[in-house]
Nanobody, 120 residues
Framework: QVQLVESGGGLVQAGGSLRLSCAAS????????MGWFRQTPGKEREFVARINWSAGTTEYADSVKGRFTNSRDTAKNTMSLQMNSLKPEDTAVYYCAAGSGYDPRGYSYWGQGTQVTVSS
């Protein structure tokens, strides 16, 4: 079992930055990816970024590429999402997850979510 807890959400003005963290308890296997997804009311949960736990390779949605940076610390079992140049359309509940792929259905473990609100 893997348990995930996000932190770091909040309210920021457009153009500002936030850093989200995800703390994992339990063993994360090397072939897992750790991902970030976000969701707004009435919309499906969408892929934001993911990182291969063992290799550290990262992938991003086009909408955040160049603005968000995903990283992990395998010794501390934590993952972070540095979000810069935030836009109002980045407003959402952000979730970290463990699994594979880009589809939320490929992820078995989820955190509780943290709200990010970007004001214009």
């Amino acid at each position: 079992q893997v348990q995930l807890v996000e932190s770091g959400g909040g309210l920021v003005q457009a153009g500002g930055s936030l850093r989200l963290s995800c703390a994992a308890s339990g063993r994360i296997f090397g072939n897992f990816a750790m991902g970030w997804f976000r969701q707004t009311p009435g919309k499906e949960r969408e892929f934001v970024a993911r990182i291969n736990w063992s290799a550290g390779t990262t992938e991003y949605a086009d909408s955040v590429k160049g603005r968000f940076t995903n990283s992990r610390d395998t010794a501390k079992n934590t993952m972070s999402l540095q979000m810069n140049s935030l836009k109002p359309e980045d407003t959402a509940v952000y979730y970290c997850a463990a699994g594979s792929g880009y589809d939320p259905r490929g992820y078995s473990y989820w955190g509780q979510g943290t709200q990010v609100t970007v004001s214009s």
